[in-house]
T-cell receptor, first 110, second 114 residues
C-alpha cells in the first residue's frame, strides 16, 4: 500500500520562508506532485518531481530524494494569499494513479 | 479556471437516494479522474477513465459507478446514499496516460446527504 505523511498544520510570517515536508512509502513510484488548495476550492498544480534534486519555479521550489522517500516544498517571500492547504501526491503505476497525503494547512500571519 | 467543468456545484439529498455528478474535461484531454474529499480523509482517488475505458480503480464503493461517454464527458453515479457520503467530489483531467502529466481539477460538486 501507499503511505504519505505531511505535517497537519504550519504557521509562518508574511515575507518569511517555509518548508513543508512530505515522506512517502510506495511501490511503482513515478513521481511526486505538489498541489495548492484553498478552502472549498479545487487543487491547483504547483510542481512535479520525478528525478532527485531541486526544481525552482518563482517563489516556489520543490525537492525530491527518491532514495529517502522524501520531498519538500519551499515557499519564499510568503504572502497572505499563500494561506492554503498544500497537498503532496505520489504517482504510481502505469495508469497515472495519484495518491494524496492529507495535506498541510499553512497559515500566513502578519 | 482549469477548463474542467463540473455540475452541479451543490447537491442536497436524502439518505437512500441516487445522484449523478457530471464532468466535462478540458478540451483535448482524454483521461478523466474522480476523487472524493471529506474532512477526515483528505483527497481519495476513486476511478480513472481513458478514452471511454476504465483504467484504474481506487477506493470506490460498490454503490458508486462511473462511465466516460464518446464525447469524453464523464458521470459519477452514487446510489443508496449514506450520511458518510457527504463530501466534495472532484473531477480532474489530463491529456493522456503519460506518467507525470498534470491533472487539472474541476471546481467540484459539494454533496450533502441528510
Amino acid at each position: 500500500g501507499q503511505n504519505i505523511d505531511q505535517p497537519t498544520e504550519m504557521t509562518a510570517t508574511e515575507g518569511a520562508i517555509v518548508q513543508i515536508n512530505c515522506t512517502y512509502q510506495t511501490s511503482g513510484f513515478n513521481g511526486l506532485f505538489w498541489y495548492q488548495q484553498h478552502a472549498g476550492e479545487a487543487p491547483t498544480f504547483l510542481s512535479y518531481n520525478v528525478l532527485d534534486g531541486l526544481e525552482e519555479k518563482g517563489r516556489f521550489s520543490s525537492f525530491l530524494s527518491r532514495s529517502k522517500g522524501y520531498s519538500y516544498l519551499l515557499l519564499k517571500e510568503l504572502q497572505m494569499k499563500d494561506s492554503a492547504s498544500y497537498l503532496c501526491a505520489v504517482l504510481t503505476g502505469t495508469a497515472s494513479k495519484l495518491t494524496f497525503g492529507t495535506g498541510t494547512r499553512l497559515q500566513v500571519m502578519l | 479556471d482549469s477548463g474542467v467543468t463540473q455540475t452541479p456545484k451543490h447537491l442536497i439529498t436524502a439518505t437512500g437516494q441516487r445522484v449523478t455528478l457530471r464532468c466535462s474535461p478540458r478540451s483535448g484531454d482524454l483521461s478523466v479522474y474522480w476523487y472524493q474529499q471529506s474532512l477526515d480523509q483528505g483527497l481519495q482517488f476513486l476511478i480513472q477513465y481513458y478514452n471511454g475505458e476504465e483504467r484504474a480503480k481506487g477506493n470506490i464503493l460498490e454503490r458508486f459507478s462511473a462511465q466516460q461517454f464518446p464525447d469524453l464527458h464523464s458521470e459519477l453515479n452514487l446510489s443508496s446514499l449514506e450520511l458518510g457520503d457527504s463530501a466534495l467530489y472532484f473531477c480532474a483531467s489530463s491529456v493522456s496516460l503519460v506518467p507525470g502529466e498534470t491533472q487539472y481539477f474541476g471546481p467540484g460538486t459539494r454533496l450533502l446527504v441528510l
